[in-house]
């Protein structure tokens, strides 16, 4: 019999989490939910406790004191610190991979010769020691290439280089980075892009609504990459064929090798895929739920996300299947003046949020914080405005709307997300 009255703990203080934390206060069976460190548009939803989440020791005996019946991690960085391992440690249910299995999105030379292992489709590729082996390689190989740092970067280090200067340029960029660490470079792929992702137990998969992810800064998908400016839910041209080959060729590999190698996966497995003439293709993977996607998913859910979590967490995901509303959802970022490069912090927020509400808008925070007061400014993608509706043009009208009810100084946005040919 499934337990009520239970006691969640989000891990996370983004956009990504204050969907999370909306979504699982929405469960009946859950009563208490905490958010380390969380942000200010998570404290009606969750009581905001001031831990770093890099802080594993520290989250780990919180979680156990509190008495949390289950731990959900938000971002990559705890994952790659070990928070599931230590929180698993004490006997406090996790969701979110080990750290060894988290490998798969935190090293993208141990991905790569993991794909290639159990013959998952993706990019030729090689891999470098040092940034003169790989201007080298590139000057041989000619271009277009994608450029790659082997350890997180927050979503900024990937470059696709159109031109040997662009490449030899990124590979200088990463290398100051992430100072010391391999490079990956690899063929470019060309398709669409989507984003595929599953809550799995190890053994099976649930699969998530697809989604669209707009890495590029600027309209028409041009400019540097982000994190993340918008999310298009479903993704465009998504059919259950398609959806079928990625399980079959991708997806399934992946747990099923992962296992292989003594990492069962316990968490959400997000592909970032490239849709080519020759089927779709792994680009990466990551250890973790999407951040912008997330917010643009979690709204069309209609099955309990507690259930799905916990299914994950005790092996049962074979039994279960999720559950869907129609239509569409858009989520639209807005970004601090100077993001991605150096993003501008400290300015003022004001939020409608009564009007918001009329107009049926979701707002998440992503980089906010208090200051006496005041809402402030404080990360690069500053809120999350999300809009659902019957079409995807109609979701992105409502979120379009929606940005009217924000304002800060040197916010800007995409204006063609969710718009025909974005």
């Known amino acids: 019999m499934k337990r009520d009255n239970l006691c969640i703990l989000v891990i996370g203080q983004g956009g990504r989490e204050h969907a999370l934390a909306w979504k699982l206060k929405a469960s009946p069976r859950v009563s208490k939910v905490y958010a380390a460190p969380g942000n200010p548009g998570m404290e009606k939803l969750a009581e905001c406790v001031p831990i770093?989440?890099?802080?594993?020791?520290s989250l780990a005996h919180f979680a156990l004191e509190k008495g949390v019946d289950l731990a959900v991690i938000g971002p990559e960085a705890p994952l790659a610190l070990g928070i599931s391992d230590e929180l698993i440690r004490l006997g406090i249910p996790a969701f979110g991979p080990t750290k060894a299995a988290a490998s798969i999105e935190t090293s993208k030379v141990w991905a790569k010769c993991f794909m290639t292992r159990h013959n998952i489709p993706t990019a030729d590729y090689s891999v470098f020691g040092d940034a003169d082996s790989a201007k080298c390689?590139?000057?041989?190989?000619?271009?277009?290439?994608?450029?790659?740092?082997?350890?997180l970067a927050a979503g900024k280090g990937v470059v696709v280089a159109h031109t040997p200067e662009e490449a030899e340029h990124a590979v200088d960029t990463i290398s100051n980075l992430a100072a010391g660490s391999e490079i990956v470079v690899e063929d470019c792929l060309f398709g669409r892009e989507a984003s595929y992702l599953v809550i799995t137990d190890g053994m099976s998969a649930l699969p998530l609504i697809s989604a669209k992810d707009h890495k590029r800064a600027g309209d028409g998908d041009k400019g540097p990459n982000t994190g993340g400016m918008g999310a298009i839910v479903p993704a465009p041209a998504f059919d259950t064929s398609l959806e079928a080959?990625?399980?079959?060729?991708?997806?399934?590999?992946?747990i099923r090798g992962l296992s292989d190698e003594g990492h069962r996966y316990v968490g959400v497995l997000y592909a970032g895929l490239m849709l080519t003439s020759q089927g779709p293709m792994a680009l990466e993977f990551n250890a973790r739920f999407g951040d912008p996607e997330t917010q643009a998913i979690l709204p069309m859910?209609?099955?309990?996300?507690?259930?799905?979590?916990?299914?994950?967490?005790?092996?049962?995901?074979?039994?279960?299947?999720?559950?869907?509303?129609?239509?569409?959802?858009?989520c639209v970022v807005a970004a601090s003046q100077g993001y991605p490069e150096k993003p501008q912090l400290g300015r003022e927020i004001s939020i409608d949020e009564e009007q918001a509400e009329k107009d049926d808008v979701l707002i998440f925070h992503a980089g906010t914080r208090r200051d006496g007061e005041k809402l402030v400014t404080s990360g690069g993608r500053v809120?999350?405005?999300?809009?659902?509706?019957?079409?995807?043009e109609d979701a992105a009208s409502r979120a379009y709307r929606g940005l009217s009810h924000v304002n800060f100084e040197?916010?800007?946005?995409?204006?063609?997300?969710g718009r025909p040919g974005a």
């Open 137 to 151: 390689y590139i000057r041989a190989h000619g271009c277009p290439v994608v450029v790659k740092a082997d350890g």
């Open 383 to 392: 809120l999350n405005v999300v809009g659902v509706g019957d079409s995807v």
């Open 245 to 254: 080959q990625i399980l079959e060729d991708i997806i399934m590999p992946t």
């Open 410 to 417: 040197g916010m800007w946005f995409r204006c063609d997300i």
């Open 52 to 57: 770093r989440v890099d802080d594993i020791r």
């Open 301 to 330: 859910m209609e099955s309990d996300l507690v259930d799905a979590l916990e299914a994950a967490v005790e092996g049962t995901c074979s039994s279960m299947k999720l559950k869907w509303r129609d239509g569409a959802c858009v």
